[in-house]
């Protein structure tokens, strides 16, 4: 059964500093990634996600993400935060055929970020 | 534009009270879902489609019941067996079911008991 943790309810950064929010998944097949985007009262959108080519994936609004296999692991990451990024951050996993294939989503991160 | 959209944006429940959500999709895709979201919760799979006339159950459909009779359309049901309903309600649809397919997801109902 695929699974993900997301570690931190809450991260907190100052505007101009690094983004970090960890993603840990569990999956028995290798798995897909993605890294959602919700702002208060609305949908999510995409943000980026890993389908096997590159380990290191570039997503919009300068995130990335890259996919550490032995780690278990997908953390976004952004150089440089910015006020517009507050918002909530939701990773999600499905599998490849032979695996669950609906994705799980990580219970969220919110991002609050300072002035 | 196309995208997926979401009516009423607050639904009002009173007790014993079955309600239904409207979503409608114009990106022509195969697969819809249900998902519902409470604080701290992340999002929860209600139900699923993955074609038309056909639905699968997620991890909490109790309560809970859909239709598929278009391509377009896949409404959610809050039947008056649904205990604790007040959340917020997300419809998405991806072009076929899972795997490395994106997700678009509607702009969500909030449900509200009276």
């Known amino acids: 059964a695929q699974s993900v943790t997301q570690l931190g309810s809450h991260v907190s950064v100052s505007e101009g500093a690094l983004v970090l929010l960890r993603c840990n998944y569990s999956?028995?097949?290798?798995?897909?990634l993605f890294w959602y985007v919700q702002y208060p009262n609305q949908g999510l959108q995409l943000l980026l996600k890993?389908?096997?080519?590159?380990?290191l994936v570039k997503g919009i609004n300068g995130f990335e993400a890259e996919f550490k296999k032995s780690e278990t692991s997908f953390h976004l990451t952004k150089p440089s935060a910015h006020m517009s990024d507050a918002a909530e951050y939701f990773c999600?996993?499905?599998?490849?055929?032979?695996?669950?294939?609906?994705?799980?989503f990580g219970r969220g991160t919110s991002l609050i970020v300072h002035p | 534009d196309g995208g997926i959209t979401q009516s009423p944006k607050y639904l009002f429940r009173k007790e014993g009270q079955n309600v239904t959500l409207s979503c409608e999709q114009n990106?022509?895709?195969?697969?819809m879902y249900w998902y519902r979201q409470d604080p701290g919760q992340g999002l929860r799979l209600i139900y699923y489609?993955?074609?038309?006339?056909?639905?699968q159950k997620g991890d909490i459909a109790e309560g809970y019941s859909v239709s598929r009779e278009k391509k377009e359309s896949f409404p959610l049901t809050v039947t008056s067996a649904q205990k604790n309903p007040t959340a917020f309600y997300l419809c998405?649809?991806?072009?076929?079911?899972?795997?490395?397919?994106?997700?678009?997801f509607g702009p969500g109902t909030r449900l509200l008991v009276l």
């Open positions: 990106l022509n895709h195969d697969a």
């Open positions: 999600a996993v499905s599998e490849r055929p032979g695996g669950s294939y609906i994705p799980t």
């Open positions: 489609s993955q074609i038309v006339n056909d639905f």
């Open positions: 999956s028995s097949v290798p798995p897909y």
């Open positions: 890993y389908t096997s080519a590159a380990t």
């Open positions: 998405a649809s991806s072009k076929v079911a899972g795997g490395q397919e994106t997700q678009y």
